[in-house]
C-alpha cells in the first residue's frame, strides 16, 4: 500500500475515533480544533436529538448527566451496520440489549420500554404495500377468514410499559404479563391498544391459521377456555373481531 494512502487512512481512522470519544482519542494534528468542534458537536446533537426525540419517555426518567453520558458511551462503543438515521434507534436497542453496562440509574425496566417505545418508529417507517386484491373490507369475519394487518406489532412486557412515566416507575415486574398491541392505520397514524389475554391469543390465532375462519378460531379458543361457554366466545369475539376492524387490524377477510 502507497504510504500515503496508508497515512490518509490513518488520519481518518484517528478522525473517527476523535469524533466518537474525544476524551479518549486524540484528535489528528492536521486539522485544527476549531473545525474539530464543528463536527464533535454537529455529529453528537444529531445523534442525541434522534434519540431523545425517539425515547421520549426513557429520556425523562435521566437526568440531563446521566442521559448524556448513555449517549455518549453509546456513540462511542457501539458499532452501528446501518447508514439510515432512521435505525439509530433500533441500534441503540442493539446496545442495551448487547452492550450497556448496567448503572444505578438504569430502571429495571429499560429494556422493555425503549423497546415499546421503538415500536413506533419502526411501524412509523416500515414499507409495506397491501394487497387489496386478496381483501374483502365488507368480509363476514364470522363466516370467513380473517386478514390482519401488517402493519401491527403484538409483544408481552412484564411491565406495563405504557403507563411508565417519571411519576410511576414500578420497581418489581408484574405477575401477569401486559399485552400491548402497536399497529399503524389506514392514516399512517400510529396507535396502541392494551390487550387482555382472550384477546392476545385471538390476534395470535388469526396470525398463524390462515386458512380458518373467525368462527372456526373461536371455537378453538373455546376448546381452550372449558370455563365458558361456546356461543359466549363466539359472540363476545364477533364483537371483538368488528373493533379490531374498526381500528384497521383487521382489514378485512381474504377472498
Known sequence: ??????????????????????????????????????????????????????????????????????????FSIHQSHSPYFKDISKEFIKYLSNEREPQPEDPLFLLELTHYEWLEIYLSFLDVEIDWNNINQQGNLLEEV?????????????????????????????????????????????GFLEMNPMTASLVKHIADNEQQSGKQILQSLAKETPNLEENVIIQGGLTTLTQLQQKDIILGTRN
Open 1 to 74: 500500500m502507497p504510504e500515503a494512502i496508508k497515512n490518509f487512512k490513518d488520519v481518518q481512522y484517528q478522525f473517527t475515533a476523535h469524533l466518537r470519544d474525544p476524551e479518549n482519542n486524540p484528535a489528528p494534528t492536521e486539522i485544527e480544533d476549531r473545525r474539530m468542534e464543528i463536527y464533535r458537536g454537529l455529529l453528537y446533537r444529531n445523534v442525541q436529538g434522534f434519540l431523545a426525540n425517539g425515547f421520549p419517555v426513557t429520556r425523562k426518567l435521566y437526568s440531563d448527566e446521566n442521559w448524556h453520558k448513555m449517549v455518549r458511551d453509546f
Open 146 to 190: 380473517p386478514v390482519l394487518s401488517p402493519l401491527i406489532h403484538l409483544n408481552q412486557y412484564q411491565f406495563p410499559v405504557h403507563k411508565i412515566k417519571p411519576g410511576f416507575q414500578p420497581k418489581i415486574a408484574n405477575e401477569e404479563p401486559t399485552y400491548l398491541l402497536v399497529y399503524r392505520d389506514l392514516q399512517d397514524k400510529v
